[in-house]
C-alpha cells in the first residue's frame, strides 16, 4: 500500500538546482483546467456526479502512460495533516482539502505529474519542473491532456475553448506558474515596482501558498491571471520572456549587494543566517525561509558555505513546512514541539550532518 | 621607553576567570581619594600648584615597593584615542582626560595597581582584583597607602577624616566597587527590584563606564554611595555580604532558565549567540557586549562552547571596546571599521583561532 510517509524520503525533484535560471526561478508548473461533459462542474454536482466523475477519471489515469505506477488517494480516508502535507509538497491545494468526499488526487512517480480530481473543476493536471521550464511543462501537460481525453469527454466550446468553473480560466485552461526568488529586489525595496510592472502584462504575484497567502522567504509565485487570447503556446512562450526580464532586473541587484562598502553588510547578513540556522534550537517557519533566503542569496553571490550544497537548501524550503516537520517526526506537534523539531533538522542540514 | 601598545598583549589579570565568585562578580575595585596639604584642591589649583603635587607624588610612587617596575605617563603626552584605551582598561576615568596639563597616571607592572595625578582630588590609587576581593584589594590599598604616606602628607581632620573634593569622598576616601554580571535577573526582569534594594543599603548601581553611563552586557558596577560613617574594613565588609547576596538571587534566576521549558529557549539564546559572534564580519560593541552576556551565562550553566575558554570571552568584554580596537588595528578607525575589524577580532578568538 502506499505511505504517504514514503514521499518524505523522495528529493524533492521539481526544486533540483540544475533547472535553467534556477539560481531565481525555483520552479515552473503548467496546469490545466478540464471538465467532463457528463457531469455539473463540482460546485453544483451531486456527490453521485463527484462520485461517477472520480471513477471515470481513475480509469482513463490508470491508462496514461505518463502515471504509470503513479499513487491514487482519496482525500476522504486522509488525516488532515496528511492533507496538508500534500498542499506544502505543491501536490494538491488547499481548495481541494475544504470538502473531502469523492475528492481525490493522482500523484506520478516522481511526483512531476499530478491530477486532482473534483477540486474546483473536474480535472485539474499539473506538471511540475525545475528552474524555468515551462515549454517543456506545457508539453508534457499537453501529452497527458491527450493521453486521457482518449477515454474522456471534456467539455468544449467551440468559440471560447474548455470551459471551466472560474471565467479565468476558461479558454485553454492553462494555467502557468513559477516559483520565483526574488531577495535582492526585496531588499533594495525594488520589489514593488516590479510586482506592479507584473500586473500591467497581465501576471500576478502571490505569496508562497498562492492566492491571498503570504510570501515567506522572499519567494513568489507569478502566473498568469486569465487564459484567454493566446494559445498555451504563446502564453508559455510570453511568461518566459518577462520571468528572463524579472530575473535580470534581480540578479543586478543580487551584484549591487557585493559592490564596495555594501559588500561586508552583506556577507556579515549572509553569514549570520548560515550561523543562526546552524545553531538553532528553535525556530519558526517564517525565521527559517527569511534565513534559508539569505543562504540561496549567498550561492548565487558564489560564497561557500562548508559542506552545503544548494540542493539542501532548497529542499529545506520544502521539508521545514509544519506538516513535513510533522511527517519527519512521525506524529502530530504542537507549534513550540515543531520549532524544536524544525531547529534540528535545518541544523544538522546545514552543518552537512545529513537530515 | 613604555609603550601603551604593549598593554594590548597582557592578559587582563583583573577580568581573570578564577577570581571568587567570579561566574557572578568580574572584579573587584578599591579606591582611596588623598589629597596633599601642600596645595589646594585641583580645582581650586594653579598649573604650578598641579605641577608641584605631580611632582611630589611621583618621587614617593617611586619609592614604593607596590608600584615597582611601573610605567609613569602624562596625560598631555597622549593621544585622545590612547586616553581612551587607557579609559576602556579602568587604569583612569574620563574626569582626568578633560584637562590633560600636569595630569598624570602611574599603571603598576600588572595593571592592578594605579594611580591617577591631578583628577578630581589630588591622588586616587587604585587596587583592581578579579572576582570578589574587596577585602584583598582593601588591604593591598592600604600597604600601598602607607607606602605613599610615608613621603607625603595628606590633608586629614582629626573629626571628618581625609578631605577630599567632593563631600562623598571625605572620611575614609574609600570607594568600593565590583563589576557584576547579572543577565538573568536582566532576562526576567527582576533588576529593577535588586537595584532599589541595593540603593535602599546605600549602595549605586552604574553602567559600564561609571555614573551615567549606560549598561552594556548586563554588567553593572556596583559601588559605596558615600564613605563616611564606617571604616573601610566595615564598608568592604558590608559590600561583601551584600554581593554575595545579590549573586544568589542571580544564580537562582539563572537555575530557572534551564528549568523545564524554558531551557530550550535558553539554549536556542545561547547557541545564537555563539553563532553570531562565530561568523559575523560587522558588529556594533554594544551587540557584542550583549552576545557575550549569554556565552557568558552559557558557562555559567555548564554549556560547553568547542574550543572556548571563559577568560577568553572575558578579555573579550575589554578588549571589542572602541579604543582597544584602534589599537589593535594600529590605527584610528571610523565606527564602520570598527565593525568591521572587531567582528574579526571576535569570530576568530570565538571560534577558538586566537587573537
Not at 146 to 169: D, I, M, Q, V, W
Not at 207 to 235: H, M, P, R
Not at 300 to 318: M, P, Q, R, T, Y
Request: charged share 25%; hydrophobic share 45%; proline share 2%.
Amino acid at each position: 500500500m502506499f505511505q504517504l510517509s514514503n514521499l518524505l524520503k523522495n528529493p524533492i525533484r521539481w526544486l533540483g538546482s540544475d533547472g535553467e535560471l534556477s539560481d531565481c526561478v525555483l520552479s515552473s508548473r503548467i496546469r490545466l483546467a478540464r471538465n467532463l461533459v457528463a457531469a455539473p462542474f463540482p460546485h453544483a454536482a451531486s456527490q453521485r456526479d463527484l462520485g461517477l466523475v472520480l471513477e471515470k477519471v481513475t480509469q482513463a489515469a490508470k491508462k496514461s502512460h505518463a502515471l504509470a505506477r503513479a499513487a491514487y488517494i482519496k482525500l476522504s480516508e486522509m488525516e488532515k495533516v496528511d492533507q496538508r502535507f500534500l498542499v506544502e509538497r505543491h501536490l494538491i491545494s488547499e481548495d481541494l482539502t475544504r470538502d473531502s468526499h469523492n475528492r481525490a488526487v493522482v500523484i506520478g512517480e516522481k511526483e512531476l505529474v499530478s491530477l486532482m480530481v473534483n477540486e474546483e473543476d473536474h480535472l485539474r493536471l499539473q506538471i511540475l519542473l525545475p528552474g524555468l521550464a515551462l515549454d517543456r511543462a506545457l508539453e508534457q501537460a499537453q501529452a497527458l491532456d491527450g493521453e486521457l481525453g482518449r477515454g474522456l469527454l471534456f467539455a468544449y466550446h467551440k468559440e471560447f475553448g474548455f470551459l471551466a468553473s472560474c471565467p479565468t480560466n476558461v479558454g485553454t485552461g492553462l494555467r502557468a506558474s513559477c516559483l520565483v526568488h526574488l531577495p535582492a529586489l526585496v531588499y533594495t525595496q525594488n520589489i514593488g515596482a516590479v510586482l506592479q510592472e507584473l500586473a500591467r502584462v497581465g501576471l500576478v504575484a502571490r505569496g508562497f501558498y498562492g492566492e491571498g497567502s503570504k510570501v515567506y522567504g522572499d519567494l513568489f509565485q507569478i502566473s498568469n491571471a486569465t487564459s484567454v487570447g493566446k494559445t498555451e503556446q504563446e502564453f508559455a512562450e510570453a511568461m518566459t520572456a518577462i520571468l528572463k526580464n524579472v530575473r535580470g532586473h534581480e540578479i543586478q541587484m543580487r551584484e549591487r549587494l557585493v559592490k564596495g562598502a555594501a559588500k561586508t553588510k552583506t556577507l556579515d547578513r549572509l553569514w549570520r543566517a548560515y550561523a543562526a540556522l546552524s545553531y538553532c534550537r528553535l525556530i519558526s517557519f517564517e525565521e527559517a525561509m527569511q534565513e534559508l533566503s539569505w543562504i540561496r542569496l549567498g550561492f548565487s553571490l558564489g560564497v561557500k558555505f562548508d559542506h552545503l550544497a544548494l540542493a539542501k537548501v532548497n529542499e529545506l524550503i520544502v521539508l521545514a513546512q509544519p506538516a513535513h516537520i510533522q511527517m519527519h517526526a512521525g506524529r502530530e506537534l504542537g507549534p513550540r514541539e515543531r520549532d524544536s523539531v524544525r531547529a534540528a533538522l535545518i541544523s544538522r542540514t546545514i552543518k552537512g550532518k545529513g537530515q
